[in-house]
């Protein structure tokens, strides 16, 4: 009597076996989901972190452009203006000379 449920008992606990092996399975599985998932949104904030720093950085630099660009108008103009003026004074005319326009 004892033989007829060995069969039956070694089945449920092979059953029982497989049964736990696909439960930890699934569950690696989703542990290892939510690790990807989460380690892209760290890569995704760190992609925007560094696209707003740069954006910063490049204003700055387009700002520092932009002045550099006014300071060497500004220092042509004062350039041209003094020319103009010496010119005038040496040649005792007038420090511009006014254009005709006909018709």
């Known amino acids: 009597m004892a033989d007829d449920n060995r069969p039956l008992k070694y089945a449920r606990y092979a059953i029982g076996e497989i049964v736990l ?3 930890g399975i699934l569950i690696a ?3 290892n989901t939510w690790n990807e998932g989460r380690k892209e949104k760290n890569k ?3 992609y925007a972190d560094k696209l707003i720093n740069d954006i910063v950085q490049d204003t700055l630099n387009i700002n520092e452009l932009i002045n550099t660009g006014h300071e060497k108008t500004a220092n042509i ?3 041209f ?3 103009v003026v010496t010119f005038g004074a040496k040649k005792n005319c007038p420090p511009t000379i006014p254009i ?3 018709v």
């Open 21 to 23: 092996v696909v439960i």
């Open 44 to 46: 995704a904030k760190a």
């Open 81 to 83: 203006i003094s020319r």
């Open 100 to 102: 005709r326009h006909t």
């Open 77 to 79: 103009n004062a350039y």
């Open 29 to 31: 599985l989703q542990i």
